[in-house]
């Protein structure tokens, strides 16, 4: 008789969870955005576009140096940069770029620098220091 009212239980607790798997959730709202705005692009195009830059970096901290300057006339560029390559020589580029012969880089290098022996590390005598311990 026990075995028949376990038996039963186990029944009802299956049907039951049968039952949850059976409960679906709410939808949920749907909700309309209003359409974006269009903005006009504009498309306005320099006929005869010009601009001149330069700059220079000489950091004595991160040893970096370089120069950079250029000028654009219409379709016409024209500039030059330096860098001081690893070896310690100046490399300098002149170009120019145009519609009719493209790009034309001229590079220059300048002689490299001397090579520096380095210093010889004096060895420092380690002085002891005093112990002392804390006893508490």
Known sequence: MAFLKYTIVVCLALVGVAQCALLRAAPAPVAFAAPAPVVPI????????????????????????????????????????????????????????????????VVQRGPPAPVLAAKPVVPLAAAPLPARFIQG
């Open 42 to 105: 504009n498309t306005e195009v320099d006929p005869h576009p010009q601009y001149a830059f330069a700059y220079n970096v000489q950091d004595a901290l991160t040893g970096d140096s370089k120069s950079q300057q250029e000028v654009r006339d219409g379709d016409v560029v024209k500039g030059s940069y330096s860098v001081l390559d690893a070896d310690g020589s100046l490399r300098t580029v002149f170009y120019t770029a145009d519609p009719i012969n493209g790009f034309n880089a």
